[in-house]
């Protein structure tokens, strides 16, 4: 959860997305992000928590899935 | 060579001295420098630098994420854009005339992107670089971030000719639309590079300005004796023009006329210009405009502020000009809003339009003891009216030899 609460933060202060329209089942492209400013918000999830997402796993399709994931690498991380 | 003629609506500025035109120039009337000691870079590795340097503030002007796509040069060239079709009456809900063209001059584009990437990975020892610096470091991304931003459809260009580079974007898009391939151009240039490495590697060229015993304001001194060298500055400049049937069918404003465009290289050395190349651009302009030295009142000359760049222009005007380079005024602008490299032809070829609309000449700062080799009428101190002025060139010389002179007139 501490992932969803990062990108939130972010993604109103340095992507300029209105809180509002910030739910779990948004989609990055229904945001306004095109898929390099999707890149650059997965690189500062992935420089945050000191994890990597595979090829296959940038291919989310809602923030809460992302969050999901990025949880998932902090966790195994941890291990 | 006679073509359709070409006029400038609209203007638009990001300057160190400001956005609005009409306030810039009673500032540079008044000989008020911007250039200010800045403290830059790292705290380590960091320095007190002499820089017109702007607190650029984009605000609602461009979104928060449009902003990560955009390097500062671009950021410049957007709002200097925006300002110039907003001062045209050509912006419609936030959009501009999408069959128009854009030909923007840079340098070195995204400067301080390329900088952050290199830090990143020289000083954190990381490969993970930003996935956007790439576009963002080209030196395309002030036009290509103008076409998107207003949606301009028709080509949009990008000339990196060194401190040349918006000159000839005015000047390419004056003959393109002269020549009947266009009818309207967003034309300018756009420059960033105060970073701290970039700043760091014009010291290490030797050509910066020393601070003056009168302070930071007066330490670019064209023309003087005490002259030490440029003060880098930052910012952009945007002009509208137009063919003249697309203006009238309008009813635009007509602020300045576009007659003539000359460039030409010295094929001499890098850094170190040539009398012959720039008289020869002087001189194609002038016959390119039809024109003689006799008609032109005032020039906005290159003249950085160089102990060896400010006699090669004078001696070059005395050339191309012959006797009437006594009677012709000069200024160099630069003394207050420095050297914008590939923003600055097209600020100064603005303010040049600004003097002719108001016949007011703005002067040379801190030309306090001339240099005996610069005795051409050179303003010093403050601005003075012109009531004949009617016609008035402005020049840009690069590095690599590469030289511009655009002619206006009177509207």
Redesign the interface.
């Known amino acids: 959860m501490k992932s969803y609460d990062f990108l939130v933060k972010l993604l109103v202060d ?4 209105d809180a509002v329209e910030l739910v779990p089942e948004a989609s990055p492209a229904g945001l ?2 095109d898929s ?2 999707t ?2 918000m997965v ?1 500062e999830l ?2 945050e928590f000191g994890i990597k997402f595979s090829t296959e796993q940038v291919n989310f399709s809602t923030l809460g899935e992302a969050a999901a994931l990025a949880d998932e690498l902090i966790e195994a991380k941890g291990l | 060579m006679r073509g359709r003629r070409v006029f400038v609506t609209g203007l638009g500025f990001v300057s160190p001295h400001g956005e609005d035109p009409a306030a810039i120039f009673e500032r540079l009337f008044l000989g008020e420098s911007a250039i200010r000691t800045v403290r830059t870079g790292t705290p380590e590795m960091g320095a007190d630098v002499l820089l017109a340097s702007i607190d650029f503030e984009p605000g609602d002007r461009i979104g928060k994420a449009d902003r990560l796509l955009m390097a500062r040069a671009a950021q410049l060239a957007v709002v200097a854009t925006r300002n110039a079709l907003e001062d045209s009456g050509l912006m419609t809900r936030g959009r501009g005339p999408e069959e128009a063209a854009v030909y923007m001059g840079c340098g070195l584009g995204g400067a301080e992107i390329l900088q952050e990437s290199y830090r990143t990975y020289s000083a954190r020892q990381s490969r993970r670089v930003r996935p956007t610096t790439i576009p963002l470091i080209m030196a395309s991304g002030p036009a290509s971030q103008v076409s998107m931003s207003f949606g301009i459809r028709g080509p949009a260009h990008t000339y990196s000719i060194a401190c040349a580079s918006s000159s000839v974007a005015i000047g390419e898009a004056f003959r393109s639309i002269r020549d009947g391939y266009i009818d309207v151009v967003l034309a300018g240039g756009a420059e960033a590079m105060l970073n701290d490495g970039s700043v760091a590697a014009w010291q290490g060229l030797g050509v910066l300005a020393k601070e003056h015993a009168d302070g930071a304001g007066a330490s670019c001194r064209p023309f003087d004796l005490e002259r030490t060298g440029l003060v880098l500055g930052e910012g952009a400049a945007t002009l509208i023009l137009e063919s003249e049937d697309r203006a009238m069918a309008r009813g635009a404003h007509l602020l300045v006329e576009i007659v003539g465009f000359g460039a030409s290289s010295d094929a001499h050395k890098l850094t170190e210009p040539s009398v012959d190349g720039q008289e020869r651009a002087i001189r194609n302009a002038l016959e390119d405009a039809g024109l003689t030295a006799e008609d032109v009142g005032y020039i906005n000359v290159h003249a950085t502020g160089t102990p060896t760049g400010d006699p090669v222009e004078i001696e070059a005007i005395k050339r191309a000009f012959g006797p009437a380079a006594q009677a012709v005024a000069i200024s160099s602008t630069k003394s207050m809003h420095g050297h914008l490299v590939g923003a600055s032809g097209a600020l100064e070829c603005g303010i040049t339009a600004l003097a002719l609309d108001k016949r007011r000449i703005p002067p040379t700062a801190n030309l306090t003891v001339a240099d005996p080799a610069c005795d051409l009428d050179c303003v010093p101190g403050v601005g003075r009216d012109a009531p004949d002025l009617e016609v008035a060139l402005s020049n840009s010389f690069a590095f690599g030899g590469s030289n511009a002179t655009l002619v206006l007139r009177r509207a």
């Open positions: 340095e992507f300029g997305v306004g992000l390099l400013s890149m650059e690189r992935e420089d």
